[in-house]
């Protein structure tokens, strides 16, 4: 029988990313107040280290989220709104 072994799931310090989530929430309540659309946030130092925890804050605001690469520099950016249809 095999032995399960655990998946060891990268660690973020809170402290790095916390200016990169500041960015993101901002984004989100800009959609949720109806002030935009859609939301783009670019230029985050790393938008995969933070995406999990950007993705809940968004689905428990109503807002859709993505991670979109630019085709030419393959640079990330994370993408907030429209607010989900429920």
């Known amino acids: 029988m ?26 989100i309540d800009l959609v949720v107040h109806g002030l935009a659309t859609r939301v783009v946030v670019a230029n985050l130092s790393d938008p995969e280290a933070i995406a999990a925890v950007a993705l809940a804050i968004a689905q428990a605001a109503g807002v859709d989220f993505a991670i979109e690469r630019d085709p030419e520099s393959g640079a990330a950016a994370i993408v907030v709104g429209p607010l989900s249809i429920s």
Do not use: K, Y
Not at 2 to 27: C, K, W
């Open 2 to 27: 095999d032995r399960e072994q655990p998946i060891r799931l990268p660690v973020v310090a809170p402290e790095r990313h916390e200016d990169n989530l500041v960015d993101v929430r901002a984004g």
